[in-house]
Antibody, heavy 119, light 113 residues
Framework: EVHLLESGGVLVQPGGSLRLSCAAS????????MSWVRQAPGKGLEWVSS????????YYADSVKGRFTISRDNSKNTLYLQMNSLRAEDTAIYYC????????????WGQGTLVTVSS | DIVMTQSPDSLAVSLGERATINCKSS????????????LAWYQQKPGQSPRLLIY???TRESGVPDRFSGSGSGTDFTLTISSLQAEDVAVYYC?????????FGQGTKVEIK
């Protein structure tokens, strides 16, 4: 059974940095693209970033481009999201999600980790 | 970028009745080379993570009850719950994966009347 477990969400001040992690199990991690999707309190789902199976190619939403960096360590079955220059509008639950195919749907989701940006 | 718009924003349906949610994309999500619509539907129950229900616009994910069905092509899609159950109370999202950035609709909240 596929299991994705996010961690690293905390309360951080505006302008601060944070790294989220997503530990994957129950799948051949290195075979799949992965993504981060966020959900602000009481709001809908917003795609944040994706990374291909090898980690060579990365993609970002305009709202986080230049501030966030997605990466992965296939030897540790772990996905990361480095978040810099955080803003209040980055406050959200951050989900990691497995992508089916090179450009596909999100078939497995973690339980999410809450990032709060506030002074 | 492709924009996804769902309607209605919320609906209340009696138990056992049909619920219909619409999703419209600003551009076609049909790939002519394989004749597939790059459209998925998700269910998010209160306090839970999203769950995949349907992909390729009409293919039900394993384990999803057959009362859930998806239809449509091009720019107009529908998720139908044929006989609403109490456990179907949730927010439902459509999502296109035809083009980067992938985009979600704003969500439709389904409640019991």
């Amino acid at each position: 059974e596929v299991h994705l477990l996010e961690s690293g969400g905390v309360l951080v001040q505006p302008g601060g940095s944070l790294r989220l992690s997503c530990a994957a199990s129950g799948l051949t991690f290195s075979s799949y693209a992965m993504s981060w999707v966020r959900q602000a309190p009481g709001k809908g789902l917003e795609w944040v970033s994706s990374i291909t199976d090898s980690g060579i190619y990365t993609y970002y939403a305009d709202s986080v481009k230049g501030r966030f960096t997605i990466s992965r360590d296939n030897s540790k079955n772990t996905l990361y999201l480095q978040m810099n220059s955080l803003r209040a509008e980055d406050t959200a639950i951050y989900y990691c999600a497995k992508v089916t195919g090179p450009r596909g749907w999100f078939d497995y989701w973690g339980q999410g980790t809450l990032v709060t940006v506030s002074s | 970028d492709i924009v996804m718009t769902q309607s209605p924003d919320s609906l209340a349906v009696s138990l056992g009745e049909r619920a219909t949610i619409n999703c419209k994309s600003s551009q076609s999500v049909l790939y002519s080379s394989n004749n597939k619509n790059y459209l998925a539907w998700y269910q998010q129950k209160p306090g839970q993570s999203p769950r995949l229900l349907i992909y390729w616009a009409s293919t039900r994910e394993s384990g999803v009850p057959d009362r859930f069905s998806g239809s449509g092509s091009g720019t107009d899609f529908t998720l139908t719950i044929s006989s609403l159950q109490a456990e179907d109370v949730a927010v439902y999202y459509c999502q296109q994966y035809h083009t980067t950035p992938p985009a979600f609709g704003q969500g439709t909240k389904v409640e019991i009347k």
